[in-house]
């Protein structure tokens, strides 16, 4: 009995090298791409542990979760960790990049989530990678979130390891994930005996046997489906455009943040300004009195599949996320989800305006 996601001919080195091609069109970038098998958190450690040593000095900005578990890495690499936190409503400016390299000089190494969907601030990479350019030290980049929702572009902003997941705003698998490498990164890999290597963690691994060798031969049987799903969702992006896939998740931002304000309730937005806010998904903040994973969970009673989440861990009482990203980033998915978080808040006797916000949507919808 044959099934169409069985039974299928090998994936070659050819046609998966031709994925990681069409991965580092979308990143706009001259890098080595490598699509490594597994879901980003792989290329996020591998990054980190494959540049960072006891002699490394990093400036860990912590916008959310990601940001510290980077911070947790790093030392357990051995590396001196300067954590540079900012509240979870806002983002980090790169002035205060500038003045933890003033205050330490020594900083080789930075670490920089883009966009948090977990808090929903997006961080201005293209500033701060001028500074992190001015000082020399490697950038590292976690733009899963942010890939598909707004400009991503390594080469550019001087970003020397940019991991990238195709699961949220690119509508893609979660198996597979990319970094792209800059050739000062893979200096500094070699050059740390502590890098992985012979491990599934390895990016030298891919430089030498797979990048060095002319991309002529797999390290490992690959995750054959995951690959065709990342190539299905790289060609309907290229079929759609890029451009037009960004408008659409920075129209939903930019509809959810009008119809919170607009329902009232006391719902209001968790990162203060609308420049600090990722397109990939809006965090709300839950009214005085009521608890955030309870509202939350009253309004999927209605409906299980709108894009409603709480906060994590210890932001569960006061976070709402409404993930408006790949297939939800339409107006339908954000209309939704405000009428949903409306009944929500009417149930418990807060007065709330759905009509009002369901207008709201329509008006910021570009």
């Given at each position: ?15 998966f ?35 960072a ?94 890939i ?25 698998p ?10 000062r ?15 599934y ?83 709300l ?82």
């Amino acid at each position: 009995m044959t099934h169409p996601f069985l039974d299928l001919a090998p994936l070659s080195a050819a046609h998966f090298a031709s994925i990681e091609d069409r991965v580092a069109r979308l990143l706009s970038t001259e890098q080595d791409v490598v699509i490594m098998q597994g879901e980003a958190l792989l290329p996020l450690e591998g990054a980190i542990r494959a540049t960072a040593g006891p002699g490394t000095v990093a400036l860990n900005v912590i916008t959310g979760p990601y940001g510290q578990t980077f911070g947790d890495w790093l030392r357990d690499c051995g590396a001196t960790v300067i954590d540079l936190a900012v509240p979870f409503h806002t983002a980090v400016t790169a002035e205060q990049v500038r003045e933890a390299f003033a205050e330490h000089p020594s900083i080789d190494f930075v670490s920089l989530v883009h966009a948090e969907a977990a808090t929903g601030n997006t961080n201005p990479v293209a500033e701060i990678g001028e500074v992190v350019r001015e000082h020399g030290a490697l950038f590292y980049l976690d733009a899963v979130a942010s890939i598909g929702a707004e400009p991503v572009l390594p080469d550019a902003w001087g970003v020397d390891l940019c991991v990238i997941g195709a699961q949220k705003a690119m509508g893609g698998p979660a198996g597979v994930s990319a970094v792209s490498v800059s050739e000062r990164a893979w200096a500094r890999m070699a050059a740390n005996p502590r890098a992985p290597r012979r491990s599934y963690l390895s990016l030298l691994d891919w430089k030498e046997r797979w990048v060095d060798g002319g991309r002529k031969a797999l390290l490992h049987a690959p995750a054959q489906l995951e690959m065709l799903a990342l190539e299905a969702c790289v060609e309907r992006i290229e079929e759609v455009g890029l451009d037009a896939v960004m408008a659409r998740h920075a129209s939903a931002a930019a509809a959810t943040r009008a119809g919170a304000v607009a329902l009232g309730g006391g719902l209001e937005p968790y990162v203060y300004e609308a420049r600090d806010a990722a397109p990939v998904a809006t965090t709300l903040r839950a009214p005085a009195g009521v608890v955030a994973s309870e509202l939350v969970a009253r309004a999927l009673a209605s409906d299980p599949a709108l894009p409603l989440a709480a906060g994590g861990g210890a932001l569960a009482k006061e976070m709402i996320r409404v993930n408006h990203y790949g297939v939800d980033a339409t107006p339908g998915a954000v209309r939704a989800s405000l009428a949903a978080l409306g009944a929500a808040l009417a149930e418990r006797g807060l007065g709330v305006d759905v009509e009002g916000a369901l207008r709201a949507v329509e008006g910021e919808w570009r």
